[in-house]
Every structure is written in C-alpha cells, then in structure tokens.
C-alpha cells in the first residue's frame, strides 16, 4: 500500500489505530519481532499478548525449520510447549500460525490442541501458495492472488525450499499500488532473484519491467533472465521450457493477472 502509505512508519500509524477498537476487557495482540508493532503495546487500552521468535515474546517459536518448504517448530506458551507441523508452504506462515496461536490461548484453547488446529489448517482461497504437481513431475507455487516487496521475498524463499535444490523458475509481476517506490522495489525484487540463485527469472508485463532490467544489470545473470510483455507469451515460453522436476513460483498482484498463468500452467492447458 505504499501508494497509500509511503513509508512503514505512515502504515504502522494506520495499524496501530486497530487498538483503539479495543473493547473494555479485550486483548491486543501484537508481534514482537516487529518493533513497529510492538511499540503499540503503550496505545492498548486492555490486556496485551505478543508473539514471535523474539525472546521475550508470550507465545513463542524456536527451533524452526523447514521441511519440503513447510515449516516445522516448537511453540511455547508458559510452561506448556508443543511441536507444530505446517501444511501451509513458506517459513514466513511461523509468524501467521504464531498470530493465530496465541489468539487461540486468550480463547481459552490448551496449547496442545491449537497446535494440532494449525497443524491440520490449509488454504482456504486459491492462489495463495497453492502447491501442486502435475504428472510430468513439474511442481507449481502459485501465489498470484496478491504481492508486496516483503511477500515476494518470502516467496521466493519459498520456492528454494520446495525445490530442494531442483530448477527454479520465479515468475513474477507487477506489484500494484506501489506509488512513487514502484521503480526501486521492482528493482529491489530482480536483485533479490539473482542473489539468491534462482536459476531462471521471468518477469511479465511493463509495470514488472525494473525486476529484469536490474536482474540483468547485476552482471551475473544473462540469459537467466527474461522479460515476455504478456500472459500468452510466458506460457508458451514456459510451455517449451519447462522439465520434470522443476519448480515454478507465479506471483503478481491480483489485477495483474498473472493467476491466469497459474490456473493454465497447473492444468497443463495450452
């Protein structure tokens, strides 16, 4: 929403007007590896609850790892712990499960059994990290229903953590209502891509164009990095690219489209 906000701190003010909503005797809870977030526990008028990796956070997860790109750690609650398995691809989803955790103990919930909920829990809308792999061995990470410069980092960790050291392909659109920063975050992604060794980058459409321009410029990537200025063009690309055993990432904001891809590449339609 950097068109609306342009920097973290114009969109952690937003936020933080959340608590005032805060009913007599309710409880806030807030994330305290972000310490934007965690700076709001002052504006709380009632009970706070904070979660993370951090220390001194009340519900709290250590030992994290992944395993075929979905996370795995312990949870700690007072004295109580449990270990969480995650259906959900991304380590990013430790902060979410996290969030909805320790939601789940203010309820009233025993540690046990909110970790085994999240455990079972699942995507419930499409396009959001949806993993499928078809029967020529080529897996799919479709992500294409939103993106912002921090979702598509994950993302692409991610998409090395399913591969498992396997071919990669990130292809990747535009990141909308990004205002004046549209330029320098698209640019930030294609750097992103090439430092952390994705074998092929594939950007789609004008308003992406930055990721490859500075993919390219990064002098490390030549071909590895291709831009197609429509849908139509990446899928053909792809079509006659594309081996068992790679893993593919199609991630854009919704209005680009780019789920269009997803859809076809997942049911192999020409």
């Not at 939601?103 to 059994?113: I, T, W």
């Not at 229903?145 to 980092?153: D, F, I, V």
């Not at 498992?164 to 992103?192: K, N, P, Q, Y």
Request: with cysteine.
């Amino acid at each position: 929403h950097a068109q609306f906000y342009p920097t973290p701190e114009d969109l952690a003010a937003e936020k933080e007007s959340i608590l005032a909503g805060l009913v007599p005797g309710g409880t806030g809870v807030l994330n305290a590896d972000d310490a934007r977030v965690a700076a709001m526990a002052g504006s709380a008028h009632g009970r706070v609850v904070t979660f993370g990796e951090a220390s001194g956070a009340q519900v709290r997860a250590t030992g994290v790892g992944v395993d075929a790109g979905r996370p795995v750690f312990t949870v700690t609650a007072g004295r109580d712990s449990a270990r969480a398995r995650l259906r959900l691809v991304g380590e990013h989803h430790v902060t979410n499960a996290l969030a909805a955790l320790a939601v789940a103990l203010d309820c009233g919930l025993s540690l046990a059994d909110a970790a085994a909920a999240v455990s079972a829990a699942v995507p419930l809308s499409p396009h959001r990290m949806a993993l499928t792999e078809r029967a020529d061995g080529v897996r799919i990470l479709d992500d294409a229903y939103n993106a912002s410069p921090e979702s598509m980092r994950a993302a692409l960790r991610a998409l090395l953590a399913v591969a498992e050291g396997g071919r990669t392909w990130a292809v990747l659109g535009e990141m909308r209502e990004m205002g004046e920063a549209s330029a320098s975050a698209h640019a930030a992604i294609g750097l992103d891509a090439v430092r952390l060794n994705v074998s092929h980058l594939v950007v789609v459409g004008q308003g992406a164009k930055p990721m490859f321009d500075s993919a390219v410029r990064e002098g490390s990537w030549g071909d590895e990095a291709i831009f197609v200025a429509t849908i139509d063009e990446a899928y053909d690309l792809l079509a006659e690219s594309l081996a068992p055993g790679d893993t593919v990432l199609v991630k854009a904001s919704h209005g680009s489209n780019l789920w269009q891809l997803a859809d076809r590449l997942v049911e192999g339609d020409a």
